[in-house]
């Protein structure tokens, strides 16, 4: 019989995803006997990474450096969704993993995609390191609900993700309290999280969709924010092409630089934290922070 658990987080914005693959009972650990899970998509691979520490296994269902809203699963993938014992996912964020969900009916099933965090269509909650402390509890809740002999340790790795990612948002909160600048202008609009969190306005050249052309319009639009507000810098990201941003740059005579919105992990030796940082470093040197 199939039962759909929800589990929502103490900050609204807990949307997560998390498979634990093996046998249909979902309870069954790896064969090196930690715990199987599979990740949507990395962000929340990174958080199970944490809270589950050395009691899980983690892969992700979007491979390293790989575009998340694009990701096609083969028939093996959705397999192992429909075994696995728990699912937690962001509804609307990937197609083919809502599809694999609704053809496979895992046993037990999370989706944070209905709550308020993501009412307004921006899934990026991850941006925002408040807002994925929040879903630390949950993976905890069901881990320990798979299995229950580790559930102290879950909650206790739970816990210590929350205070690193607390101490990770004053941070930004710091080293962003003092800038000359406040707006960016980014190459996908998938940065509002943060710059809601930390008082930034953000302009995108093309909107949630990362491979979206701005129109002509468009580009006059920007150009007219950057010589409005003497921004300096126009910022990339590793996994869509800077062509566009790179020539708008050049015209108006200013930089470029990466700011990741991290979806996916490029390089294997950053993790979340570490491409946060990075992100920190390039709004500072790019807004004219002391």
């Given at each position: 019989m199939h039962t759909t658990r929800t589990f929502t987080g103490a900050a609204v914005g807990a949307l997560t995803l998390v498979a634990l693959s093996g046998c249909a009972d979902g309870a069954t650990p790896a064969a090196d006997d930690r715990l199987a899970v599979l990740a949507?998509?990395?962000?929340?691979?990174?958080?199970?990474e944490q809270v589950g520490g050395d009691l899980v296994a983690v892969t992700s269902l979007t491979p390293p450096g790989a575009e998340p809203h694009d990701v096609e699963l083969s028939p093996s993938q959705v397999r192992e969704v429909g075994e696995a014992g728990v699912v937690v996912y962001l509804?609307?964020?990937?197609?083919a993993v809502d599809d694999a969900i609704a053809a496979r009916t895992p046993?037990?099933?999370?989706?944070?995609?209905?709550t308020a965090a993501?009412?307004?269509?921006?899934?990026?909650?991850?941006?925002?390191?408040?807002m994925l402390a929040a879903v630390a509890p949950d993976v905890a809740a069901m881990l320990a609900e798979a299995d229950p002999d580790n559930a102290e340790a879950y909650t206790a790795g739970a816990e210590a993700l929350v205070t690193d990612l607390t101490a990770l948002d004053e941070e930004?909160?710091?080293?962003?309290?003092?800038?000359?600048?406040s707006v960016i202008v980014t190459a996908h609009a998938a940065f509002a999280y943060l710059t809601e969190r930390y008082g930034l306005e953000q302009v995108g050249l093309s909107g949630l969709d990362p491979e979206a052309e701005p129109s002509p319009a468009r580009l006059r639009e920007i150009r007219e924010v950057v010589e409005a507000n003497g921004v300096t810098t126009v910022f990339t990201e590793a996994l869509v092409s800077p062509k566009v941003a790179e020539?708008?740059?050049?015209d108006l005579g200013i930089?470029?630089?990466v700011l990741d919105p991290v979806e996916s992990q490029v390089d294997p030796a950053v993790d979340y934290r570490g491409a946060m940082e990075q992100n920190l470093v390039a709004l500072r040197d790019a807004l004219g922070c002391a």
């Open positions: 949507s998509f990395y962000p929340l691979q990174y958080v199970v509804a609307g964020f990937q197609a046993e037990h099933v999370v989706d944070a995609g209905a993501v009412a307004d269509g921006d899934p990026h909650f991850w941006l925002d390191p408040t930004f909160v710091e080293g962003l309290a003092r800038c000359d600048l020539t708008l740059a050049a930089a470029t630089a």
